[in-house]
């Protein structure tokens, strides 16, 4: 029986001799390495481009890096993640390292099972954005692996963070209802199983600083929270039940754009009108929420700069830094066609 011919894999040593060098030069510029000239090096990689050669990620890894990170993400169908991912690439951009995206999962067995497979495939160190593992979880990981987290609060001495001033970016988007003119404003929250205090996860932080706002302004009985979750669907529902209330709000701040654009259909299918019946804000200001049909006002946290700076601090981790640091993004509103003064007393 005939088999088919594969091609070799071109190795090591296949660089080393057209590039007319020893196999230790050729490994310290694959490791980006000191100990090599310029010129050498050119040669050297002008051999890797016209070759081919590909560094097999096991083997680098036995010899100390396998220059890939990992990157753990809840879903994939949330757009802001997009932006996050935009920046990391950007900063990866040149410095040989490749990131390898997982999902998560909604539960933390399946989030465990994720973070365990990237170590097994001896990644470099891991991003992992809205974890629901608890600290002492994180830190075991971070005991294995430079480790960062995005949009947790907690502060830890084992792992970096990266997260949005999320009371800052919510009280800017209740305010801007309230001075509208705004007093029946709902808000839609996200339910999770994550194992963490209240005071370190962005939608707790969000939920409570709109309740706090509305009673510094006097509102408390105006207070209407749905609790769902920061999707299409979540929004969806989330919108649905509070439009239920009599006197319906005349305004919802969904916690997420993704939650938003399921309450927007919520509303069009409620026959209601926005701004002129209802008005609505996202946060996360992504990609959709600038879309003209759409035109959501949203709280801009800046995913680009979060993903770029999760990067840079992972790639330090990678190189030896042992002092943990934190990033907070300081966000700010972006105010378009979907909020504007409630309508007039007839409702």
Not at 61 to 78: E, S
Not at 138 to 147: D, I
Request: a neutral charge; hydrophobic letters at 40%; zero cysteines.
């Amino acid at each position: 029986m005939a088999t088919q011919n594969r091609r070799r894999r071109v190795t090591i040593a296949d660089v080393a001799g057209h590039a007319q060098v020893s196999t230790t030069a050729v490994s310290k510029v694959i490791r980006n390495a000191d100990g090599v000239s310029p010129a050498t090096r050119s040669r050297i990689q002008a051999a890797i481009a016209e070759l081919g050669y590909r560094p097999q990620a096991a083997a680098r890894g036995m010899r100390g890096r396998t220059f890939t990170i990992g990157v753990v993400l809840p879903h994939i169908r949330n757009p802001f993640f997009a932006d996050i991912l935009d920046g990391l690439h950007e900063h990866l951009d040149g410095t040989g390292y490749q990131a390898i995206m997982v999902q998560g999962g909604a539960t933390r067995k399946a989030e465990k099972a994720a973070v365990e497979a990237l170590l097994d495939r001896q990644v470099d160190g891991i991003i992992n954005v809205a974890p629901l593992a608890s600290k002492n979880r994180m830190e075991e990981v971070a005991k294995e692996r430079p480790f960062v987290v995005l949009a947790r609060h907690e502060k830890s001495t084992a792992y970096d963070s990266v997260y949005d001033d999320d009371q800052t970016g919510a009280e800017l988007v209740v305010e801007h209802l309230i001075e509208l003119g705004h007093r029946r404003i709902a808000h839609i929250t996200h339910q999770d199983n994550a194992i963490a205090r209240p005071a370190d996860l962005l939608h707790i932080i969000r939920a409570e600083t709109y309740k706090r706002v509305m009673r510094e302004h006097g509102l408390e009985d105006e207070i209407a929270v749905a609790t769902t979750f920061y999707s299409e669907q979540g929004g969806y529902d989330g919108a649905r039940e509070l439009l239920k209330r009599s006197p319906r709000p005349t305004a919802i701040f969904a916690g997420a754009d993704q939650a938003a654009i399921g309450a927007l259909a919520a509303i069009h299918e409620a026959g209601l009108r926005v701004p002129e019946d209802i008005s609505i804000s996202g946060y996360d200001n992504t990609l959709l929420a600038a879309l003209p049909n759409i035109n959501l006002t949203s709280v801009d946290q800046d995913g680009f700069s979060m993903g770029r700076v999760a990067g840079r601090l992972l790639l330090e981790r990678i190189e030896g830094r042992t002092v943990a640091a934190r990033f907070s993004v300081a966000p700010k509103l972006v105010a378009r066609r979907s909020t504007a003064p409630p309508p007039s007393a007839k409702t």
